[in-house]
Every structure is written in structure tokens, then in C-alpha cells.
Nanobody, 121 residues
């Protein structure tokens, strides 16, 4: 349901753009986001955006000012533009989607396959 693309090897200070296509459309979800898991680290939220008229964004402190999350309504994708990359950004990046049952309030989470970003110094 979520198909991620992008990633690869980049030099420190470089840029990479990740994209994640949501089959069935992004408006089936309440929020979309990107998580990452570095070597021997726990998975962490990188950035998220709400799928409503506001489009509120949230960023991990470590990426604020360097990463930008956005959605493309025509392509049904959520994108992560990553600039000024650092070696510590090296990780497998996962796109995610969240939806809430209007009847029970239960939250459901969906995950795309990971895509590896390697930043060399």
C-alpha cells in the first residue's frame, strides 16, 4: 500500500529526496510520515504531516532546518527532502501512514518497505 523510493549513497553535505506512493490515495489517511532506523538504534520519527486542510508538520529536533516533508496530491505521494546530510543521518528510512477509525477511535499504522540512505564523510 506504501511504496518508497529514493535513497542511496551520498556525500556529507549532500541532498537526497525520498518519495512514498500511497496506493488508493493519501486522503485515506490522517497523517503520513517518515521514520528511520540507524545501525544499532531504535526506529525514530523523522517527520510527519497531517492530511487535512492544515497540513501540520512535525520534525525530529535533529533534522529541523535540514529536512522538509511534503505531500503531492496529484501523485498521491509523501516526500522527504533531505539537505545538508550528515553521516549520522545514515539509516533505513520507512514511510508510514496513520488512520483512525471514526467508529472506535482505534489508530492503525501502515508501513512501506525501507529504503537505505548512506551518508559518507
Amino acid at each position: 500500500q506504501l511504496q518508497a523510493s529514493g535513497g542511496g549513497l551520498v556525500l556529507s553535505g549532500g541532498s537526497v529526496r525520498l518519495s512514498c506512493a500511497a496506493s488508493g490515495g493519501i486522503h485515506n489517511f490522517d497523517a503520513l510520515g517518515w521514520y528511520r532506523q540507524g545501525p544499532e538504534k531504535q526506529r525514530e520519527l523523522v517527520a510527519s504531516i497531517t492530511i487535512d486542510n492544515v497540513g501540520s508538520t512535525t520534525y525530529a529536533n535533529s533534522v529541523k532546518g535540514r529536512f522538509t516533508i511534503s505531500v503531492d496530491n496529484t501523485k498521491n505521494t509523501v516526500n522527504l527532502q533531505m539537505n545538508s546530510l550528515k553521516p549520522e543521518d545514515t539509516a533505513v528510512y520507512y514511510c508510514s501512514a496513520e488512520s483512525t477509525s471514526r467508529f472506535t477511535g482505534s489508530k492503525y499504522y501502515y508501513w512501506g518497505q525501507g529504503t537505505l540512505v548512506t551518508v559518507s564523510s
